[in-house]
């Protein structure tokens, strides 16, 4: 069988492997470069459309990528977009009542799926390769021309409101979302949640609204794999998403949010026997070329149970099960977020320890072994990204979505490869500020609150 | 009514294997699957009871490993609950010849260490503790780890998996397994036989102490997940006698008394080769992958198995409603006592689980969250927490709006109550098969997800085609069968309800 990747013996780096007493073979870093991809374009609108074909199960996939997101919400609107996804999945179409496609879908074992993330969202569909057509149809119809019924849209809204009703019952979920909420500004797009009144607010006209102003052939990308005939599958997307209009998207402008200056401590307090923590630091935005070093450098402190934290937190002193460390780029800001659980009366110890080895790597203290390691946890795991057709498809859209340049991808490992100690030292200093911070603790505060004192001024907030 | 023929067959027909090979796969004792119904498998079992379950799939250069022993917490004899999850965090912890500059020297010091903590333990259960004992024990132990520390290279299994380039690397306890997964780009599989024949082979069981704190910190997290709190309840009040009532990460006080000793009996008991199966998929040769196991796993030693049957449940004969304060809002979980997986009910029960509660269109969910509107979701699992022995039909669910709990759960009830008036027509059922057979070719399309289920299926359920088998089975299953199984088994004096209530400060 023909492969689709391929794996090229040039060596770029050796690894020396940690012991000679266990006689592990010497590899060379992968050199692996994923397919590249040609798209097609619709030819009535333009629409970029990636088709591949897999026979190696009788299954089809298609996604539709879209550029929108939460952060592009109408602030007095905010929710509407999870509402929006939400319906387009179970709000039926013109053609094709919800009931009808429901039992449709589940008596075949076919999906819709739909996902918003905060700066893009998919709808895909999965299918046996017998059961394509009628799955298509359904798939399209929702995507042109979605009835958002009544009954689901009463339904789907007082679902949300009770999931915003619950959404203190899981901690680690609650620190993350409301130490964000503190960053980036409880009114800013980046930081903040639905609220059951702009919930509320919303109607099926504003729905409607939104799919007229996401929903243009400039704003989407397909992706379609599995199996099927190349042209006739080009055919077929071509026929029914030509009917996307190839309007401007109304994708509203996002200030850059003002992050405040200094040392920022807040608490929720709950009795609860662990404590969860999230310290945040500035990051970067999209589109810098400082993410590679600054991936290296998450890799090397917090990218699992041997980086610095988890060796120092966890292995070392046992302070904690789970810690991390990882960073996000958005359009306009980015965040750096260090998250760690540890029980009350070590919360003290474990942020200490955290800021301690944040302070030496902005010292320009990186260890030269661990640094060569986590790049080649990089490089070489990269292929796991391209297990399968399907997979290499939506990587490449996903990344076209945010206008990447088309060899981002390509390039990847190399420019991994091309980072240095000294790039990584470099962005450990900038972005490792140990005078401006944030730390959000929801915890049993009465049994940590003498530990904190010597870290800042606290701030106690009320769960809401 | 029209049947969906699933086409595994293309997928045979894809990666089929000329007649040499299997030839030469079966000079090596190796078993091929040439029925079309299955996957084309190579079954291998070695000399000493590890069995090997390989399927090529050659598309990506990757390729995915999962390796199952048969021994989980339900295995924990009483005062050493959670053992058999702190394992599974030591075999992270490298061997005697990774993680350490001079085995022989730490090894000393690390039995040292051992000694103290047994006088430790002692002192620390005793009503009136020396508390200048203790604290006296602990500076020795701190000296001693410091010491220790001088030939340790910390972490070091997983720097080296880490410098390969591993994907997914993990492991996880349930209450009947014990599960270590991986994926590595395929030019470096030998070296996954390498380290791994190490690991279980040579476990140094270092820092054993200190990893006793990172679960004692993971059962916190835990203790602090309202779902979490509702299982456990769940399980502790369901079962009285066999030991799926203790929790799958141990009682406190036993994990915080749990010593290394206890670990290396453990280990010997259950670390056996002739108790595990190890499944690979991905990129790989078959007969590359058996040579490499019999080079690397063939001289490990096989054992006797401990007797794994442990006192039977007793039958419920009761109905039991569990309240739990939580400072969470609240949720609903029942359990009923089904009479374990091999039981001929069981293609209808499991029929009865998805009609019941899978999706959009199923009876509880029609029910609750759409025409009642009282509930913000709905699910079943026709058996929790495991397969080995009997255990659970369950239910969750929680209420939306002003409904209660009780009101949710009496609803439950109701639509169960009455499913023998209202019994499953043909589309329901043909749906639970088309559903189950879609499910396989999910499964497939993910190597590490089929590398195991394979594994699963053949060392807890005996045999890795169950899934295809089941399905079988399952399409036997008419209508009166599934009325039959919710009659006998979805009984009140069968279950066990955890109501999760708000807590208020």
């Known amino acids: 069988m023909k492969k689709l990747f391929f794996i090229t013996g040039v060596m770029i780096m050796t690894i020396q492997t940690t012991t000679a007493k266990l006689n592990i073979p010497k590899y060379s870093n992968l050199n692996y470069k994923p397919e590249h991809l040609i798209p097609r374009y619709i030819d009535a609108n333009k629409l970029k459309v990636y088709i591949k074909s897999d026979k190696t199960l009788p299954i089809v996939r298609i996604t539709l990528f879209i550029k929108t997101g939460k952060v592009y919400e109408p602030s007095d609107k905010v929710g509407i977009g999870t509402l929006f996804f939400e319906m387009m999945r179970e709000g039926g179409s013109v053609k094709f009542k919800s009931t009808e496609i429901e039992k449709k879908l589940e008596y075949l074992g076919a999906e819709i799926n739909t996902v918003i993330n905060n700066e893009d969202a998919s709808i895909s569909m999965y299918c046996h390769k017998k059961d394509f057509d009628e799955i298509f149809e359904i798939f399209s119809d929702i995507i042109i021309n979605p009835a958002f019924e009544e009954e689901k849209f009463n339904l789907k809204k007082q679902e949300i409101i009770e999931t915003i009703k619950r959404r203190n019952d899981d901690p680690s979920k609650q620190v993350t979302r409301e130490a964000l909420r503190m960053f980036f500004g409880i009114h800013h797009p980046y930081g903040r949640r639905s609220e059951i009144e702009t919930i509320e607010k919303i109607t099926i006209n504003d729905l409607k609204n939104f799919h007229k102003d996401f929903f243009t052939s400039k704003n989407i990308i397909i992706s379609a794999s599995g199996d099927f005939d190349e042209n006739e599958m080009y055919n077929k997307i071509s026929s029914s998403f030509s009917k996307i209009p190839s309007t401007q998207p109304n994708i509203g402008e996002i200030d850059e949010p003002n992050i405040q200056s200094g040392k920022k401590i807040y608490v929720i307090d709950k009795r609860l026997r662990q404590a969860f923590i999230v310290i945040l630091h500035k990051g970067i935005k999209r589109h810098d070329d400082r993410e590679f070093p600054l991936s290296v450098l998450m890799e090397y402190m917090g990218g699992g149970i041997q980086s610095k934290l988890g060796n120092e937190i966890r292995s070392k002193r046992g302070l904690a099960y789970s810690v991390y460390q990882y960073f996000s780029k958005r359009d306009k800001s980015g965040f750096i977020m260090t998250y760690l659980g540890t029980k009350p009366e070590s919360v003290g110890e474990a942020i200490e320890n955290v800021l301690n080895e944040l302070q030496k790597a902005k010292n320009g203290i990186i260890d030269g072994k661990e640094f060569e390691m986590a790049k080649s946890q990089l490089i070489n795991s990269f292929v796991f990204r391209f297990e399968n057709v399907f997979s290499l498809l939506n990587e490449k859209a996903s990344y076209d979505i945010y206008l990447y340049p088309d060899d981002y991808l390509y390039k990847y490992t190399e420019k991994i490869n091309n980072v240095t100690i000294d790039d990584v030292k470099k962005i450990a200093n900038e972005l490792y500020d140990l005078e401006n911070y944030l730390i959000f603790i929801v915890g049993d505060y009465n049994r940590f609150k003498s530990q904190l004192e010597k870290l800042g001024e606290i701030k106690i907030l009320k769960e809401d | 009514m029209r049947v969906v023929f699933l086409t595994i067959l293309l997928l045979g027909r894809v990666n089929a294997m000329d007649e040499s090979k299997i030839n030469e796969l079966k000079k090596l004792n190796a078993y091929v699957e040439t029925n079309p119904k299955y996957p084309e ?140 997964i991986v994926s590595l780009p395929s030019d470096r599989v030998e070296s996954y036989f390498i380290i791994e024949s190490d690991r279980f082979k040579n476990p140094a069981l270092r820092d054993f102490y200190k990893e006793r704190d990172v679960v004692l910190e993971e059962l916190r997290m835990n203790k602090s997940d309202p779902s979490r709190v509702s299982w456990e309840n769940l399980l502790s009040h369901a079962f009285v006698a066999h030991p799926y009532h203790n929790p799958t990460i141990g009682f406190e006080d036993d994990v915080s008394h749990l010593t290394r000793k206890d670990a290396i009996d453990f280990y010997n008991k259950f670390y056996l080769p002739n108790n595990a199966t190890l499944a ?118 929680a209420p939306k709006g002003d409904t209660t709990v009780e009101d949710l759960d009496n609803e439950i009830m109701k639509e169960i109550e009455n499913f023998p008036n209202n019994p499953p027509n043909e589309w329901e059922i043909q749906k639970v098969i088309n559903n189950y057979e879609m499910n396989i070719l999910k499964d497939l399309e993910s190597n590490l997800e089929f590398a195991k289920t394979l594994a699963y299926n053949e060392q807890i359920l005996g045999n890795w085609k169950f899934s295809w088998d089941m399905i079988e089975k399952i399409k036997k299953v008419k209508s009166k069968d599934i009325v039959d199984a919710v009659k006998k088994y979805l009984k009140r004096n069968r279950r066990t309800a955890v109501y999760l209530l708000e807590e208020k400060k």
């Open chain 2, 280 to 397: 690979v998929v991905g990129d790989v040769n078959a007969i590359d992958i058996i040579k490499l196991a019999e080079k690397y796993f063939g001289d490990w030693k096989e054992g006797i198995i401990p007797n794994q049957n442990y006192t039977k449940e007793p039958p419920q004969n009761a109905e039991k409603i569990i309240k739990v304060y939580f400072p969470s809002k609240p949720s609903l979980k029942i359990g009923f006592k089904n009479d374990g997986i091999n039981t001929d009910d069981m293609p209808a029960l499991i029929v009865a689980s998805e009609i019941l509660a899978n999706g959009n269109t199923s009876r509880l969910y029609k029910k609750l969250v759409e025409e009642k509107k009282m509930a913000l979701y709905v699910g079943s699992y026709y058996s929790t927490p495991g397969h080995r022995y009997p255990s659970l039909f369950t239910i969750v669910s």
């Open chain 2, 41 to 180: 498998i190579v079954y291998h079992k070695l000399k000493n009871g590890l069995k090997l379950i390989i399927f090529e799939k050659k598309f990506a250069p990757v390729a995915s490993f999962a390796m199952i022993f048969k021994v989980g917490n339900v295995d924990n004899t009483s005062g050493q609950t959670g053992l058999a999850h702190l394992f599974e965090h030591m075999a992270f912890k490298g061997t005697d010849k990774i993680g350490t500059t001079n085995w022989k020297k730490e090894k000393e010091i690390l039995e040292k260490i051992d000694k103290i903590y047994e006088e430790l333990n002692i002192e620390d259960r005793k009503n009136e503790k020396d508390e200048e004992k203790i604290k006296k024990l602990k500076e020795e132990i701190l000296k001693l780890e410091n010491e220790a520390e001088k030939y340790q290279i910390r972490e070091e299994f997983w720097k080296i998996y880490n410098e390969l380039g591993q994907s997914q690397m993990n492991a996880f306890t349930s209450t009947d397994y014990t599960a270590y």
